[in-house]
């Protein structure tokens, strides 16, 4: 059972990136996945979590400028981040979850991380 994020980089305040992260060894489908972030020196925090049902939910702040995606005949899901702001650079996680809410310590699955730079 494999979860690999990736699409991290060095990208100017205002730009978009988009996040993949590839499952292996499980279907998806099922799955509740979270996308979790961690800045240099502070906890690890929810930047969203796509319920297996279809509704996905946000943290308040990347509302209006993040949006979760799953393509699960493929087994992957994205997470598309438009203007990107300095304080969203942190090492960006994917997870995932059977029957459970996304939080931070009751994942199942966690992928290795990928840097998002957002520098000027």
């Known amino acids: 059972v494999q979860l690999q994020a990736s699409g991290g980089g060095l990208v100017q305040p205002g730009d978009s990136l988009r996040l993949s992260c590839a499952a292996s060894g499980f279907t998806l489908d099922y799955y509740d996945i979270g996308w979790f972030r961690q800045a240099p020196g502070k906890e690890r925090e929810g930047v969203s979590c796509?319920?297996?049902?279809?509704?996905?939910y946000y943290a308040e702040f990347v509302k209006g400028r993040f949006t979760s995606s799953r393509d699960n005949a493929k087994n992957m899901v994205y997470l598309q981040m438009n203007s990107l702001k300095p304080e969203d650079t942190a090492v960006y996680y994917c997870?995932?979850?059977?029957?459970?809410?996304?939080?931070?310590?009751?994942?199942?699955?966690w992928g290795e991380g990928t840097l998002v730079t957002v520098s000027s």
């Open positions: 997870a995932a979850v059977y029957g459970r809410l996304c939080v931070v310590d009751g994942m199942d699955y």
């Open positions: 796509m319920r297996s049902d279809g509704g996905t």
